[in-house]
């Protein structure tokens, strides 16, 4: 009996020395996390929500690869659990209580199956999209942890030991405190940094139903524009990057590492830990496509991006901004945040832009339009249709705003379409024709935040100056920069999308399509409705309203994959092996649909440009006038 | 090595904004370039832009695509801004002084500069698409566009102006951090001012010229007629279809094609013929 008398506290006390040990590992990270630059955190709402933003929020990600989610939440539940119930042993009566001891076995035994899951994922071969390196060693130092814990606790709990406990709470006690050890630079990092980046969250609107995803806007009297080195990022955004748990969900969804451009966002995030940190494990992951090694200095005040620094400029030119990562982050990461604000610093501070994007981005910045065209050819598509003009009709029910795609011969049938939809149901609507400017969103993706803040001024400048009530395009790029990212600018808009806006009419009973339902079509969710504005249901509605046999992609809604035109990655051209378009095009034909229906003028150019294309690709625009006048 | 850019208020051809002309723009890449290659990128001997006019913000664009700092000669609207210039250049000495081949938007009378190597006493080299260092020590090795690709090559010692082409490589991109910190110094020339040329101007709405039809067939079927006045019987039709030729034929028809337009020199070598 007086043999074990002590180790009842031994075992306690070895779960608190983790907790320590943990602790001062945090502490050595955090003196990290110190060098990036102020952010506001609402500190106390933060940890408050907590524990609901990690069941809701992280959960629902996490539950779309279901033995993930499983083997996560019986090896961190097991985890927590058994840790606090030892923990909370140090008190003599628990410590004196058998069956409490074997409640810790039981906790420790659903550890011990969890690392059994954990281990399970990475031998004998290794998924993937995972990481090795130092995640390798994880499911051994789980179940050390797990089965010694498991066997002390038993053994504590008949009460017998002996010569075995000093075993097994070693076993425990080399598996436990390798845990801890692991909290600063190996796998068990995201558990500390994943929980508090959930509480300090640069983008707190995410958890509460809000798509927020506008780019913050960049103050442009600041002493350095955009991020130039890891100091440059606001600590939480470095925070956040050591959440990362090199899971590789956001690599298997990204449109440029499909296509071997040379990007690869989890390798991204990655570089940005190791960028802060020289003394951090090597990579262990997929390469950037191409297979450049990192190379250049690290540390909180080496320069990242470069030919000859850690990340190349292909890589950052490469993003189409599609947010497919962020998406389908476990760790809530914003992945395009970091991209733009390091095309910040390459576009205000070095006129870096790649060779081919200086010419759109001149032009846009000089004329208000990014291909240098005349800001009232703008409605040359309407030849022949009547187009009122805002500024001879002062007000409307309805300001459509036209947007690029004006410009495009091809587009231009779609809008054509559009504006004839729109005067069969006696829509009040103008145009403003030669006083709309671009919204700038190719210049704020491309980081050039001045020419996009002036267009943003000029057009709400504009705008003012008319009295409407709502704002209805086509395009989601324009769609998301008034509605999202003007009201930093002191335009408030009502913005609806054509899709929604035609929805409703046909609810409305003014338009009354007839059927088509020879036609098979599938839908391509734009990136800039479906995942930043969370519209995915209105195109759909319309499509099933005119009857169409409609069918799904593999990926579609908030997990489509990007046509390839977001970002400025058209005007970019960062080669790669294959093209996005494409990419997308031979998943559309995968479902054996004739037509591949969009809403967006971008997805319309990338989707059509694909050659040997065997299905159409018509605007739902498009198909909704057909029905009407198959219905007349 | 010191290089300067003469940079004139322009406006863009389409929006009619105030801007730097193109041809400027592409003639700073041209003196970045220049400076990068006889290092003297940094600090008080790099290149920079010289303007003469009333004000100096319309050409502030400058410091934003590659100049860090800017002169302005500060001279009333409507003077002649050759006296002030060249007095300026003179005292400055620059060894390269670059410019537009014409302004943008201005007068656009193009004369500007060869005023100026005429007052300096200088050899203008027109229509530069690059200067590099040349070979030997102390000369410049500048590549001038004779249009449709070709180009010559000039080797010139001592000092010079030149003209940019438009063939030249595209205008580096706008860095608004770099703007913000690039310096513009106001002087104030000493030259007596002159009220410059009153150029000619009449505007008229624009309109596409009609297309002179030469030797329109009187008769002719539709379509041929039509060919022939749209000017499609012109230049484009008068070349030689060849339908799935031998290789070595369609090289030849190539080649000499590319010497009836000049790329390529006249074959004089040629042993049998
Ligand atoms: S935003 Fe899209 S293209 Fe950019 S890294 Fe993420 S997934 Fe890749
Ligand atoms: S960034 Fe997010 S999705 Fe990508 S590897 Fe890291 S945790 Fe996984």
């Known amino acids: 009996m007086h043999s074990f008398m002590p180790l009842t506290t031994v075992f306690p006390g070895l779960v608190w020395a983790m907790a320590a040990l ?40 996490v539950a779309r690869d279901p033995y993930a989610s499983r083997m996560h939440a019986v090896v961190a539940g097991g985890l927590l659990a058994a840790s606090l119930l030892t923990a909370l042993a140090i008190l003599p009566p628990l410590a004196q209580s058998r069956a409490y001891w074997l409640l810790v076995a039981l906790a420790f035994a659903v550890t011990a199956v969890g690392s059994v899951l954990v281990g399970a994922r990475r031998y004998p071969a290794k998924q993937k999209r995972l990481s090795a390196g130092r995640f390798q060693i994880l499911p051994f130092l789980l179940l050390a942890y797990a089965v010694g814990g498991t066997l002390t606790a038993l053994l504590l709990a008949v009460g017998t030991g002996g010569i075995a406990l000093p075993f097994t709470l070693a076993l425990a006690a080399a598996g436990g405190l390798g845990l801890a050890f ?29 798509p927020d995803t506008a780019l913050q806007p ?17 600590w939480n955004r470095l925070l956040s990057y050591d959440a990362c748990v090199s899971c590789g969900r956001c690599e298997i969804a990204c449109p440029a590492f499909a296509a071997g451009q040379p990007l690869n966002p989890k390798r991204l995030i990655q570089d940005l830990v190791a960028g802060l940190n020289p003394a951090e494990p090597p990579y262990a992951g997929n390469p950037y496509p191409g ?26 030119w490469s993003c189409t901004t599609c947010r497919a990562c962020v998406e389908e982050c476990p760790m809530m990461i914003e992945h395009v945040d970091a991209v733009v604000s390091l095309r910040r610093y390459q576009t205000l501070e070095r006129g870096a832009l790649p060779e081919k994007a200086i010419g759109p981005v001149t032009e846009l910045r000089q004329s208000g339009d990014a291909g240098g065209r005349p800001l009232p050819a703008r409605t040359d598509f309407a030849a022949g249709l009547d187009l009122p003009l805002m500024a001879d009709r002062g007000q409307a029910d309805v300001l459509l705003w036209l947007g690029e795609g004006a410009y495009d011969l091809r587009y231009g049938r779609t809008l054509r379409a559009l504006v004839r939809l729109l005067r069969q149901a006696n829509v009040d609507f103008a145009v403003l024709g030669p006083e709309e400017r671009d919204t700038g969103d190719l210049a704020r993706r491309l980081g050039d935040e001045a020419t996009f803040q002036a267009l943003a001024r ?132 995968e479902t054996g649909a004739g037509v591949v229906a969009v809403a967006c003028p971008s997805c319309t150019a990338m989707l059509e440009g694909v050659t040997d294309r065997k299905a159409e690709v018509r605007d739902i625009a498009e198909l909704l006038l057909q029905a009407v006048e198959a219905g007349r | ?104 938007g201005g007068g656009e009378s193009g004369i500007v500069p060869y005023a100026l190597a005429a007052a300096l006493d200088r050899p203008l080299i027109a229509d530069v698409v690059s200067v590099a260092p040349g070979d030997e020590a102390g000369t410049l090795r500048l590549d001038q566009s004779l249009g449709r690709g070709a180009l010559r090559r000039v080797v ?6 030149a003209t940019v082409h438009p063939d030249a490589p595209a205008s580096l991109a706008y860095a608004f951090g770099r703007a913000r910190r690039g310096t513009i110094v106001s002087l104030e020339p000493t030259a007596e001012p002159v009220a410059g040329p009153a150029i000619p101007v009449e505007e008229r709405p624009y309109r596409r010229r009609p297309k002179i039809v030469k030797g329109a067939p009187a008769g002719g079927s539709a379509a041929e007629r039509l060919k022939a006045a749209t ?5 484009a039709a008068s070349g030689r279809l060849l339908v799935d030729p031998a290789p070595e034929e369609a090289a030849r028809e190539i080649l000499a094609y590319l010497r009836r337009v000049g790329v390529v020199a006249p074959d004089s070598t040629r042993p049998n013929s």
Request: hydrophobic share 45%; net charge positive; charged share 20%.
């Open chain 2, 231 to 235: 000017g499609e019987s012109g230049a």
């Open chain 1, 182 to 210: 692991e909290v600063r630079q190996g796998p068990m990092r995201h558990a500390v940094a994943g929980a508090l980046h959930l509480a300090a969250h640069p983008r707190p609107g995410r958890f509460e139903g809000r």
């Open chain 1, 218 to 234: 960049l103050d442009l009297e600041a002493p350095r524009l955009g991020a130039e080195m890891p100091a440059d990022f606001t």
């Open chain 1, 22 to 61: 943990a602790l001062v590992q945090t502490a050595r990270r955090a003196a990290l996390w110190r060098v990036g630059s102020a952010a506001p955190v609402a500190w106390l709402h933060g940890l408050a929500r907590l524990p609901r933003r990690y069941l809701v929020d992280v959960h629902h990600v």
């Open chain 1, 291 to 316: 297979g450049r090694e990192a190379e250049g200095e690290r540390g909180p005040l080496a320069r990242l991006i470069g030919p000859d620094a850690r990340i190349h400029p292909d890589t950052l």
């Open chain 2, 156 to 161: 010139v010692r001592g000092p010079v102006v």
């Open chain 2, 1 to 104: 090595m010191k290089i300067a850019v003469l940079l004139s208020a322009g406006r863009h051809p389409v929006s009619g904004a105030a801007v730097l002309p193109r041809l400027e723009a592409q003639a700073i890449r041209i003196a970045v370039r220049l400076g990068e290659a006889f290092g003297v990128l940094d600090g008080g001997s790099a290149p920079f832009g010289l303007h003469a006019g009333p004000d100096a913000a319309t050409v502030a664009d400058a410091l934003g695509q590659g100049l860090a700092r800017i002169e302005h000669l500060v001279l009333p609207e409507g003077v002649d801004p050759v006296p002030a210039l060249a007095e300026h250049l003179a005292a400055t000495a620059p060894d390269v002084i670059l410019a537009g081949r014409r302004g943008q």
């Open chain 1, 458 to 589: 000029e057009n709400v400048a504009t705008l003012a100056k008319y009295r409407f009530a709502r704002i209805v395009t086509a395009d989601p790029h324009a769609l998301h920069a008034l509605r999202n990212e003007y009201p930093a600018f002191g335009g408030p808009y009502t913005v609806v999308h054509h899709t929604a806006f035609l929805l409703e009419l046909i609810r409305a009973g003014r338009l009354t399509p007839g059927r088509l339902p020879d036609l098979s079509v599938t839908y391509h969710d734009p990136c800039y409705l479906a995942r930043y504005n969370g519209e995915t249901e209105a195109p759909r509605a319309v499509l099933d309203a005119i009857g169409l046999a409609r069918v799904e992609m593999a990926r579609s809604g908030k997990r489509a994959m990007c046509c390839g035109g977001g970002g400025g990655a058209p005007v970019s051209d960062i080669p790669g092996e294959r093209r996005i378009p494409d990419l997308r095009m031979a998943q559309a034909a």
